[in-house]
């Protein structure tokens, strides 16, 4: 229920300040993406389900804010949470740049897709010039603002939704170490 | 690999990721089939998340205000002395022009034009949000069908066309700029008379141009020529100013020729618009 509630305002707080607060302060027309940073995040740090949930919402909501036809940026951001939520595996608590790589690849990923199906089925050839004038500026700017951003939300989902480290990370040697050493004392 | 933990509720999520893919995918096949199912799930969200967005830009511009404040005020005096010489300067321009605008009066009635361009009632509109992703230039303003706002009424900004109403809530209005790539506005040439289409062009915005083309091949168009909405158009008021020409050269068939444009209106800094309120339909069957 917590966890409902945190990612439903995570995700309306983003989308606001997208359009709003970040739009006045864009960077060579570019605004950061913060939406795509809450879908990577929730599906880095839990799991591929939560992961998929709220990348479709994410996504969801840009669908009914830009007008077009629903379920668009809906399947994307899911598929882009499931895939960080493989990612899980990897989660350390307080890492920033294994993230940071996989919010610049997934905004990368919403880039080319946003080319190749809003200007290369009509036929706009003219890739390199999208990638010099959006891709790099927005790419650029997300992974900056994510410094921030991303951490802002590792804090919350650490301590609202109490996750413990020692639950997460169970493919570190440590881990195994432990649950074993554990397993033997109650033997 | 495999020490990965098997979900308490039983089922591989990769097979709930193929259940919402299908889902999805009808959900895209059955909006684009159905958009009017949709729209009052679309409006009414929308519509919660526009009084939001109205907050944000007041706070915004109250602390704009603030800032403004802190101006220093030798900076604000040598301001107002430039603006005093611009004004005394364009005084003396308007008392020609109003001259002119007399004589052009004249002969507009002894030709029987006087209905040509009429005086457009307008309605003035925040922009709140704008659209984030980069590749299109839409944008939302604060007043929606609650105030009179219909799909196709034409935006201006100060001067010159900012775009047109896409879609109409009842809070809220989504408008798309000229500069976007999907928008074309049949336009004329005032001082030759040609007429041409203004595409909107993402790829060369960043040099404060969008396209002109289809110009008639043996336009004598020159650079600096002011563009103005023409009556051909089907959505778009005549006499709107769009911008001024640039860089005519013939098309790479020979067949027309095309230009850049570079728009009067500041997209990058707009804050207010105003919604001209009259329908083309309107103005041309005279209701």
Same mark, same amino acid.
């Given at each position: ?187 | ?53 109205? %907050? ?103 001067? %010159? ?124 069957? %005279?209701?």
């Amino acid at each position: 229920m917590l966890a409902f509630l945190l990612f439903t305002i995570e995700i309306i707080v983003s989308y606001l300040l997208q359009n709003t607060v970040f739009a006045a302060l864009s960077i060579a027309n570019a605004v950061p993406d913060l939406l795509v940073i809450v879908a990577v995040a929730a599906g880095y740090q839990n799991s591929r389900l939560r992961g998929m949930a709220v990348g479709f919402f994410c996504g969801l909501i840009l669908d009914i804010g830009s007008g077009g036809i629903l379920g668009v940026y809906a399947l994307f951001y899911m598929i882009i949470g499931y895939i960080c939520g493989h990612f899980h595996n990897y989660y350390v608590q307080h890492d920033i740049f294994f993230p940071l790589m996989l919010i610049a690849f997934s905004e990368l990923a919403v880039c080319a897709a946003n080319y190749v199906f809003g200007f290369l089925i009509r036929g706009d050839l003219r890739l390199m010039v999208y990638v010099k004038t959006i891709f790099v500026p927005r790419i650029l700017y997300t992974v900056i603002i994510s410094l921030v951003y991303y951490i802002l939300l590792d804090i919350l989902y650490e301590r609202i939704l109490n996750r413990k480290a020692e639950d997460e990370a169970f493919l570190t040697p440590e881990s195994i170490l432990a649950e074993d050493a554990r397993k033997e004392s109650v033997m | 690999m495999n020490s990965r933990k098997k979900p308490s509720y039983g089922i591989e999520p990769k097979y709930i990721l193929m259940l919402c893919i299908m889902l999805c995918l009808c959900l895209i096949l059955f909006s684009y089939r159905f958009p009017k199912v949709f729209d009052p799930i679309r409006k009414g969200l929308n519509s919660c998340l526009v009084p939001m967005q109205k %907050g944000i830009h007041v706070i915004g511009g109250q602390i704009d205000e603030l800032s403004a404040k802190f101006d220093d005020i030798d900076e604000l005096r040598a301001e107002n002395e430039a603006l005093q010489r611009e004004l005394t300067e364009l005084r003396d321009k308007n008392e020609m022009l109003e001259q002119d605008l007399y004589d052009m009066e004249l002969y507009k009635q002894l030709l029987e034009l006087d209905k040509s361009y009429p005086e457009y009632k307008k309605v003035g509109a925040n922009i709140i949000a704008r659209d984030s992703s980069g590749f299109y230039a839409t944008f939302t303003i604060d007043k929606g069908s609650k105030n009179g706002m219909k799909v196709d009424m034409n935006v201006l900004a100060d001067n %010159g066309l900012v775009g047109i109403i896409t879609e109409v809530g009842p809070n809220y209005s989504i408008v798309r700029s000229i500069i976007d790539d999907n928008s074309y506005v049949s336009a004329t040439i005032m001082k030759t008379g040609d007429n041409c289409i203004v595409c909107g062009s993402l790829a060369l915005l960043n040099k404060g141009f969008i396209r002109v083309r289809d110009i008639t091949i043996n336009s004598q168009a020159k650079s600096n020529y002011k563009v103005y909405t023409s009556d051909l158009s089907e959505k778009y008021l005549p006499g709107l100013l769009i911008g001024y020409l640039s860089n005519i050269t013939n098309e790479a068939d020979g067949m027309t020729k095309v230009a850049y444009l570079t728009p009067v209106v500041d997209f990058e800094h707009l804050q207010t618009v105003l919604v001209i309120t009259q329908l083309k339909e309107n103005v041309v069957t %005279g209701n």
